[in-house]
């Protein structure tokens, strides 16, 4: 059977930095699910977790997402989970402890949140320098002691790794080093996901799949992430993840579990 699209695990409200749109409210997140027939959402604000010692400036804490959404509305035939879109610091310290993972329902985890500089890297860094710090942190999040098999391995192939060199970055990575990440998000029970946009040409596109394809090589299983920080991505996300399941054939069986537990409530 095919993979269905029933779920989107990776949105954002207007909490989030990179959003503080006033209309990105959990209800206008609810509708889109609805009107896309969705079983499950999960809101994956960026937060730091407050135990945690190094924030970052520009993120708001968890404790402060939580006092803001206290519940999230429920459909009849949609599960709201509550999520986080967990980043890591410049020393690789990941921003959320494994007793807030717990409370967490699903969290999408980022690594490659290169862009913000001085940060997540340095701006001298070139982009052979920062495609070998996006492996170490990578592995770094998958060697912690989160619960990850309630999580997800967030855009892999995200351009914030090395501005300025677009999915060209991608072709430092061998296929070995993919392998070795990808067997251990496998080992780790995490899931995968699926979040670009497919490029113009067939050679952009076999770019973009090749993490991907030995992902899915290797046993990985996928999720689905729309990324909205604005209402106006609503009304493409359900046709990109049709495309994205299609690029890669996936079946239902390459879905990620824990999605549906979630989805039983
Ligand atoms: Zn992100
Ligand atoms: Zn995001």
């Known amino acids: 059977m095919r993979y269905l699209i029933d779920h989107d695990v990776h949105i954002h409200s207007g909490f989030?930095?990179?959003?503080?749109?006033?209309?990105?409210?959990?209800?206008?997140?609810?509708?889109?699910?609805?009107?896309?027939?969705?079983?499950?959402?999960?809101?994956?604000?960026?937060?730091?977790?407050?135990?945690?010692?190094?924030?970052?400036?520009?993120?708001?804490?968890?404790?402060?997402?939580?006092?803001?959404?206290?519940?999230?509305?429920?459909?009849?035939?949609?599960?709201?989970?509550?999520?986080?879109?967990?980043?890591?610091?410049?020393?690789?310290?990941?921003?959320?402890?494994?007793?807030?993972?717990?409370?967490?329902?699903?969290?999408?985890?980022?690594?490659?949140?290169?862009?913000?500089?001085?940060?997540?890297?340095?701006?001298?860094?070139d982009a052979e320098t920062r495609v070998r710090r996006y492996l170490e942190r990578t592995h770094a999040l998958l060697d912690s002691d989160l619960p990850l098999y309630k999580a997800t391995l967030a855009h892999f192939t995200f351009d914030g790794v090395a501005m300025g060199r677009p999915l060209r970055w991608l072709a430092l990575l061998t296929d070995r080093q993919l392998r070795d990440i990808f067997t251990k998000v496998k080992k780790r029970g995490m899931g995968v996901e699926l979040n670009f946009h497919p490029g113009q040409t067939p050679a952009e596109r076999d770019v973009q799949l090749r993490p991907f394809r030995i992902a899915k090589e290797v046993g990985c299983t996928f999720t689905l992430g729309g990324d909205a920080h604005h209402p106006e991505s609503f009304a493409a996300a359900r046709a990109?993840?049709?495309?994205?399941?299609?690029?890669?054939?996936?079946?239902?069986?390459?879905?990620?579990?824990?999605?549906?537990?979630?989805m039983k409530g």
């Open 16 to 125: 989030s930095p990179c959003s503080s749109d006033p209309r990105q409210t959990p209800e206008a997140i609810l509708a889109y699910g609805l009107t896309n027939g969705f079983r499950l959402l999960c809101l994956a604000d960026h937060a730091w977790d407050d135990s945690v010692p190094t924030a970052h400036p520009i993120w708001g804490t968890l404790k402060a997402l939580r006092d803001r959404y206290p519940s999230l509305p429920q459909g009849k035939t949609c599960r709201f989970a509550f999520g986080l879109e967990v980043d890591m610091d410049y020393d690789d310290v990941i921003g959320l402890s494994r007793a807030e993972a717990e409370k967490l329902d699903f969290f999408v985890c980022a690594a490659g949140h290169m862009h913000i500089d001085g940060f997540t890297a340095l701006p001298a860094d």
């Open 240 to 262: 990109r993840f049709e495309r994205l399941v299609d690029l890669l054939a996936l079946e239902e069986k390459d879905k990620h579990p824990y999605l549906l537990e979630l």
